[in-house]
C-alpha cells in the first residue's frame, strides 16, 4: 500500500496540478492532468495538505466554479465497504467526491498517486501533451512538448482527442484521459485524433519525460526574464540564482503564464527571492488558520514585473499576490485562473489516495482568490513582454 509519508506533504496543484499547492495547495487538475500540483515536503508540516497544481503532462485550465467539499468520513466510509464486496474502492470513493461537489476532490489509485509524486521532481511517463476539454465534452490538444513522443508522430496543437488505445474520451475528465496516456515507459498508446474534419491514427510509444521548471534570458537594457513553468522540486532555489545573477539594478520579468502551480514550498522560497522576510499567505484547515512566511534576505530593490494569465493557477497565483499586496511587483497580463482552494490527502482502505478540498488560503492583503483569480495592475494581451518593458522603464529600467 502507498503510505502517504512517503510522499510530500503538502502541494499546490493545480490545479497544481496536477490533480496543481505541500500544505498542499495543490492545483493539480488532475494527477496528470496535470493538472495544477503543488505540494509542501513532509519537514514543512505534519499535515498532508494539497492546492493542485497541473504536472508536466496536464490539462489546460478550465473555468473556475464554485467549490464545495466532500466528508472524508463518507468517502473513506464507501471504499471500506466496496472494498469489503469485493468491488473497486477507488470508484465508490469517486462516486461520494463527484456527488459532494468538491471541484478539486479527487481519487487516485496508487499508480496515479505515484505519478503525481514523480511529476513534482519534474518528471513524468507519457508522451508529452497537453489536454483541454472544449465545448460538448471534446478533448482537444493544446500543446504538445517539442521533440516528444506525441510531437514527433505529428500531433498538433488543436487536434481532437478522440480515443486513447480504442476508449473514447468525449465526455471524460482530463484527468481521466491523461491517466490513459500515462504508463509504463516504451509502451505504445494508440490515439484516434480529429483534424480538420479527417480522422487520423497515430501509435506512439511513452517516455519517461523531463521540463526545466525555470529558464532564464535577457533582454535589451539588461532586463531579465525569469520563465518558470511550474513550482516543481529545486525551482524556488533556480528563482534565486537567477536573481543574484541579473545585472545589478537591472529590472526583473517574473513570467509566470501557463505555470499550473506546484509545491508551495518551492513557490515560498520563489517569493522570498524578492522578500525580506514576512508574510506570503495565509491558509485555513477546516477553520485552523495558519500562515507562510518569505526566508530574510531577498533582494528588495529591483524593479519587478510578473508576467499572468489565465493559466497562472495554484502556487503562481499565491506568489503573484503575495508579490503584488507587499508592494514589490507590478502584476501585467490578463487575470488569473482563481484556484485557491486547499487540499488534503486521505489513504484508503485498498491504498487509494482521496484528495478533499478542507479550506482556501489568502494572500496577505486578505484576498481569497478562489474563483476570482488576480486582477492584474496592467492589463496586456498580445505584447505582454513589451508592455511589461515600458512598465518597468516608468521604474526607473532602461533609457
Not at 105 to 114: L, N
Not at 116 to 145: C, K, N, P, S, Y
Request: aromatic share 4%.
Amino acid at each position: 500500500m502507498l503510505g502517504l509519508p512517503s510522499v510530500p506533504a503538502f502541494c499546490q496543484r493545480p490545479r497544481d496540478l496536477r490533480r496543481g499547492a505541500a500544505l498542499t495547495l495543490a492545483f493539480l487538475a488532475a494527477v496528470t492532468a496535470a493538472a495544477s500540483t503543488g505540494c509542501w515536503d513532509r519537514e514543512d508540516t505534519a499535515a498532508a495538505l494539497t492546492v493542485r497544481a497541473e504536472t508536466a503532462e496536464a490539462s489546460a485550465p478550465e473555468p473556475p466554479r464554485a467549490t464545495g467539499t466532500a466528508d472524508r468520513e463518507a468517502v473513506a466510509r464507501a471504499a471500506a465497504e466496496a472494498v469489503a464486496d469485493g468491488k473497486s474502492g477507488k470508484k465508490a470513493a469517486q462516486e461520494v467526491v463527484s456527488r459532494s461537489g468538491d471541484r478539486w476532490g479527487t481519487v487516485y489509485d496508487q499508480g496515479e498517486y505515484a505519478a503525481f509524486a514523480e511529476g513534482l521532481d519534474g518528471r513524468w511517463t507519457g508522451v508529452g501533451l497537453w489536454a483541454r476539454r472544449g465545448a460538448e465534452g471534446r478533448i482537444e490538444v493544446d500543446r504538445v512538448q517539442p521533440a516528444g513522443p506525441a510531437a514527433r508522430a505529428g500531433v498538433r496543437a488543436g487536434d481532437r482527442l478522440l480515443s486513447v488505445d480504442g476508449h473514447a474520451v468525449t465526455g471524460l475528465a482530463v484527468a481521466d484521459v491523461i491517466a490513459l496516456l500515462r504508463g509504463r515507459a516504451d509502451t505504445p498508446v494508440v490515439l484516434n485524433l480529429s483534424r480538420d474534419g479527417a480522422d487520423l491514427t497515430e501509435t506512439v510509444r511513452r517516455e519517461q519525460l523531463r521540463t526545466e521548471p525555470v529558464t532564464v534570458r535577457q533582454l535589451r537594457d539588461g532586463i531579465t526574464v525569469i520563465k518558470v513553468a511550474s513550482f516543481t522540486r529545486g525551482s524556488g532555489e533556480r528563482v534565486k540564482a537567477a536573481v543574484r545573477a541579473a545585472p545589478p539594478g537591472a529590472g526583473v520579468m517574473l513570467d509566470l503564464r501557463g505555470n499550473p502551480g506546484g509545491l508551495v514550498a518551492e513557490a515560498v522560497k520563489a517569493a522570498s527571492a524578492f522578500l525580506d522576510g514576512g508574510l506570503v499567505a495565509t491558509y485555513d484547515v477546516r477553520g485552523d488558520q495558519r500562515a507562510l512566511y518569505a526566508d530574510p534576505g531577498g533582494d528588495t530593490g529591483r524593479p519587478l514585473v510578473a508576467l499572468v494569465d489565465g493559466g497562472t493557477m495554484s502556487a503562481a497565483e499565491l506568489v503573484t499576490g503575495a508579490l503584488q499586496d507587499r508592494g514589490r511587483a507590478v502584476a501585467v497580463g490578463s487575470r488569473t485562473f482563481g484556484k485557491g482552494s486547499v487540499q488534503m490527502p486521505t489513504e484508503l482502505p485498498d491504498g487509494s489516495v482521496a484528495e478533499l478540498t478542507v479550506g482556501t488560503y489568502r494572500t496577505p492583503g486578505g484576498r481569497s482568490l478562489d474563483g476570482g483569480g488576480i486582477t492584474p495592475d496592467v492589463a496586456a494581451g498580445a505584447g505582454v513582454e513589451e508592455r511589461a518593458a515600458q512598465v518597468l522603464s516608468g521604474l526607473g529600467v532602461g533609457p
